[in-house]
């Protein structure tokens, strides 16, 4: 499901062309530096290639512009989530300008993200 062999050479030229939002926030996840998480930039998942992956807690976070607003991207964008969320990952997804605007709030989406599913699930009784 992986790293398809296909979408190598995509995969490596997205990591050398990332936008400006993704190479700023990028700088805040590599290295295990939110949270001592790992994250891979540009991995593919099925078909698709996300900007950023944390496979310890199957987080994709998706970053877009203004293309993004756009109907039949918005509506890409749904359809691709769903399938996403169906393999059993969960997809964030910030605008550019929330990162460049407001990165302590991104961040701490993401530490939310994480204390969320780090918190023991409640045993049912009968």
């Not at 290295?31 to 001592?36: H, M, V």
């Not at 964008?77 to 990162?99: C, K, W, Y």
């Amino acid at each position: 499901m992986h790293t398809k062999k296909e979408l190598q050479e995509n995969r490596r030229i997205l990591r050398k062309n990332m936008t400006p939002a993704e190479a700023f926030l990028w700088k805040h996840l590599k290295s295990k530096k939110l949270n001592g998480k790992r994250f891979q930039r540009q991995p593919s998942i099925k078909n698709y290639i996300v900007d950023f992956y944390c496979a310890s807690k199957k987080l994709i976070i998706e970053l877009g512009g203004e293309v993004h607003n756009h109907p039949e991207t918005v509506e890409k964008n749904e359809v691709r989530t769903t399938q996403l969320n169906t393999l059993g990952f969960t997809v964030i997804r910030f605008e550019n300008r929330m990162v460049f605007d407001h990165l302590p709030s991104v961040l701490s989406a993401i530490q939310q993200y994480f204390n969320i599913k780090n918190k023991p699930q409640k045993s049912s009784s009968l």
